[in-house]
């Protein structure tokens, strides 16, 4: 019963915040309801018995990620509203509901039959986290390795991007090439 | 005597490659005496072929293999038998004596070389034609004598018209030989081989309708050859070549190519007499047909084509009502007194300078009487007067179609021989005799070469006394050839002969009379059948207008309406139909990236439909 | 009783937000955040799969999601930063060098 | 001798890479001299070629990848051996006829390259591979034609490129498809053609495969109405592309025919003769209709290719040894024949700039050698007996008459046409007057278009006379295929005509 009550609250308030994220017009309000979308998304997951993930969903996408739009958004003017010339609302709207009803039509047929086995059951009275740890570090070796280089390769790009130097460089323009023929 | 036979064919060939290595050089007496004494050798081997076929039967080689594939084996096999010995006597004599002729004839043409080189070419490719065992064989030395015709008749390729009449009888020879391989075609899948004997033995199994067809497909080869109608108008066109080519190819031996293959075909077309007899009518027709062109015709070389094209209607004639020997035996002496005719005219012409209009000579027996005499005696044979050769070869031949009930056709002869007489006489009369017209042109003609008459002489000869042969030829080739009986009442007979002869010595006395008096009056060139005469019966200007220029519009409609406008425009409109799909869809990449992402939301939906259509059903 | 149709309903519902959100903003930053939507819209589906499944699989997928999605904003943070200082402007209108 | 097709393949390409180091000064000595050690090497394959064997010889076999049944797999019968050495032949005589100064280097790799994709398409087994080739093929003389071709090169080059490219993409889907048939009929994937003859397919699956095949057979061929490439080809394309094309590539489109579309496809072939042969007999009326009208002499030799290649697929489809013996053969003398010609086109071209016939007339007397070379190849394009054109022709269109009297009667005007524009030809360009002051010093042949001319002109006379050697060789190859096809049939009406086409008698 608290599973139900607990699902359409968390529901309600993920959709509201997702629904201020995408049609505020102030970027720090935005950032601010998508982080409190992310926490509430983890609420589904502690509902869904993925504590691992629910918590990677905290650390990550609201520690992280979001740490990462406000040190980002630092370098914009935020407190600005966001000036944004829509065009054909209609479109857009009509598209997303259709694709959303398609979705769902799809995922809500009868097509995941009754048959499926499960890969990797979660055994009784393994935690989480435990059953998580073991197939990612034998099954998912590798695909987890190479996210880790993913992460490593990101990380580095979004240092030499945002960096002020590198900026210099690749925005060389033909007058700067000649400043810096003069010794200027 | 195999070497014989190998010499007899292959002599001319090395004659033709020997002097095609100087044939871009200019004129070399020797190579025209190395050409002659190599056919001369082969006209020797000839004859010694001719006694031994008399003495031990026909010889029979197989050279090599040549074509085999699935069922078919052609080989290169030759025989030489009683009717391929004639032929190749025939052949090589006249080859010979034209070859020593054109020495003299050709003396100041600069392509000397190259002229024997061909005329070499051209009697080994007849020899194949004849010599072969084979239909396949056959057809080489078929279309090797149209090539050396091809050759020959553009020799002075310089002139358009030479060029022209080459083509023309190129491709008229072509038409008739597509009928010809279509018979080929149906032999060989009736029979299995292209041999002669072959099918020969299986004719008998064969039922008429195959066989009838096999027989008029052959025929159609046949007319081309021989420039029977509806394919005859080259070979008065032909005459563009040099006269010696006349007298050798268009006269003497590739026109009767089709009367030999007729002939060689006879026991197929003894089992096919209604195609014989249409045959023959058509022969028959022919022989009128062209005759009554040449008697208004003032070029004196196209005089003696129509005259060998109605010759060669008589032959048909004989041959299409099975008496094939006869056929063959006018043949043989047509060969001497037409190769004769045309000679003794290549003379007239050196002598008026390539002067060929009639109405411009006259009066030259005072300056050639060797020729004036040699050409008598060739158109006195020709008109078929007794004791010369035409005289017992085309009485026979009248005798035959009285015989066969075909008393059209027969009449149809007899006024040809009427005719013929006239025409020939018109010529002799209008060119030797008369008034010195050429003395107006300031023409001072002179007498050829005493080489060059000298071997006339032994065409003269055998043109007065060849008919004499007939038993003899008779008994010789009956061997093979089917015989023909001639049953007709002695009083009737001598009562015919004496008809033919009749009509004949009043044709040439018309001549003789109208044109001693300076022939009819201008008036009659203005009547309507001077008219249809002079022109050939419009025919080639029908040919021209209803088949060359539709063609030649057709080819260029095809080309310029329907490859360009509708075949390749299809093919560029639909790739500009590509293009311009790209060109339209190109807005659709505006470069604003909520575009893009609206189009993949589209795209994305697309494939949920198409996911969601053909879902798995459980 | 919560059923997976509940889930894929709600997966649905913030998917569709998510791709209003990206077509409708023309911020770069906005369409961002819309992403980030899109993602965790997903994740959602696909831990409710493996809960209802009994299968870790899902799970994983969503945890390999996170770490993209991390990757992701760390480069294109880095590129926006980049093109606003060039251009001082992160509207999507401002970048159409991709014309056709 | 064994991996002898291997070097035959790769020897031209690896050669052609190597070109690029060499110097400009001598590429035309590496490459006439690569090109004829190929030459020389296709000779020793027929040497070591057993001629009593119908089979597939020299064969070599590599898995290449074996869970998806493609392996690399080569082999050589009576069909495709004189097809690899006229391939090999062409190509050295193009070379050294080659006139071209321009970019030579690269033209010469092109060619090369070309070389190696030809033989490939002739010797490979493996349908896979063999369509690779095939489309490689098109590659080098998208570039020969692109870049080294006349003012309008680019439309021509591209049209030629895109055409036959749509074509085969056809093909593919019939290649995967046959692929995917032979995995259901056997359970194991293959690709190999020897394979594929092995398996029944049945009649409305092989009337779908067949048309898929077609396509990219009858635009290479080119078979009307899918031809117009063709003359924009060689309009625009160099003398060497021109030949090359003319001489070889055309061939593959008639030896897909013999190779996939009658063996693979008993039934369907039998099913669209009719079809094919009426397409056959437009081709050789239509084509010869507009040589005659043309005025550019390359463009007269073009459309004379189409009419040709006519009565080349009729033989194909005559069902019998005769007609597919012929066939091949006229395909071999086709190529000679046709590369004859365009070498002379372009040894006038390269006096004159001009290719148009009245800017000619009175050659004959000018460049007697010239006029005479190209009347003999012009007699052995007509088809006259002892040149090598008459055999193929002959015994096409004996074979066809089997099947309909009336159409080999309809086909056979083609000789009539042939001899028409081609006379016609010569006429205006050789015979009359020296009209045009420019053509009054043209120079006669030189050495090097004496040696590229000469093998050829003994080819067709040699060829001519005594084709019993390479009959004999693709006859027995075509009886074996011809008694597969009786095998593979599925229906009796298709067993009927094979039995009927290939005896002698009975009733027509």
Redesign the interface.
Known sequence: MYEVIAFYVFAALTIGMFGIVVTSRNALYAMSALAGGMIFISGFFFILDAEFLGVVQIVVYSGAIMALYAFGMMFFDTTRDVSEKMRSKKIAYSLSIASAVLVVAILCAPLVGESVEALYPSIEGVGNVQMIGVVLFTKYLVPFELAAIMLLVAMISGIVLASKKMDEYLAIEDEDLEDVKEGR | MENYLYTALFAPLASSLFVALFAARPKMLFTGIVASLLIAISMIASFVLLIDVNTYGPLHVSMMDWISAGNLEIPFGFVVDEVSVIMMVTVTLVSTIVHIYSIGYMDHDKSFNRFFSYLSAFVFSMMILVMSDNFVGLFIGWEGVGLCSWLLIGFWYHKHSASWAANEAFIMNRIADLGMLMGLFLIYWSVGSFQYDEFFASLKTMDSTLLATIGLFLFIGAMGKSAQFPLHTWLADAMEGPTPVSALIHAATMVTAGVYLVIRCGELYTLIPDVGFAIASLGAFVALFAASMALVNNDLKRIIAYSTLSQLGYMFVAAGLGAYWIALFHLMTHAFFKSLLFLGAGNVMHAMHDELNIKKMGGLYGSMKATAILMSVASVALAGIYPFAGFFSKDKILEVAFNEGAYFLWFALFIGAGLTAFYSFRLVMLVFFGEKEYEKYGIHPHEAQPFVIYALLPLGLLAIVSGFLEHTFEGFVTRLLAQYEIHIEHGTEALLIAATLGIALSGIAFAVYMYRRGGFPKSWEERFCYKLLSNQYYIPKLYELYIMRPFSALANFAWQKIDTKVVDLTVDLIAKMVYSTGEKSRKMQSGNLSDMLRWMVVGMIGLLILAFVYRPMV | ??TL???????????????????????L??????T??LL?AI???F??V??Y?????G??F???I??????????G??????W???NGS????S?????? | MEHILSLLVFFPAMAGLLGFLVAKESIRAYGISVSAIEFFLSIILWIGYDSTNAGYQFVEYYPFISSYGMSYYLGVDGISLFLVILSTFITMIALIALSIEKEIKNLIISVLFLEMTMVGVFVILDVIWFYAFWELSLVPMLYIIGAWGSVNRMYAAIKFFLYTFAGSVLMLVGILYMGFLYHEATGIWSFALPDWYLLQVPFETQLWLFGAFFLAFAIKVPMFPFHTWLPYAHGQAPTIGSIILAAVLLKMGSYGFVRFSLPLFPDASVYFLIPVAVICIIMVIYAAMIAYAQKDMKQVIAYSSISHMGIVVLGTFAMNAEGITGSIFLMLSHGIVSGALFMLVGVIYDRRHTKLMSDFGGLASVMPNFATIYGIMLMASVGLPLSIGFVGEFLSLVGFYRISWVMTLLAGTGIILGAVYMLVLYKKSFFGEVVHAENKTLKDLNAKELTALIPLVALVAILGIYPKPVLSVIDMSVQKMLVLMDQKAVLQETKELLFKANTIGGTN
């Open positions: 009783m919560i149709t509940h889930y894929f309903i709600l997966t649905g519902i913030l998917f569709s937000i998510g791709l209003v959100g990206v077509m409708r903003r023309t911020n930053l906005m369409l961002f955040f819309s980030e939507i965790n994740n959602v589906g831990v409710a493996s809960k499944y009994n299968d870790l699989s799970q994983l969503a945890f390999f996170i770490a993209v999605a991390a990757s992701e904003v760390a480069v943070l880095g590129l926006l930063i980049l606003y200082k060039r992160v509207d999507l209108n970048l159409q060098m991709m014309k056709g």
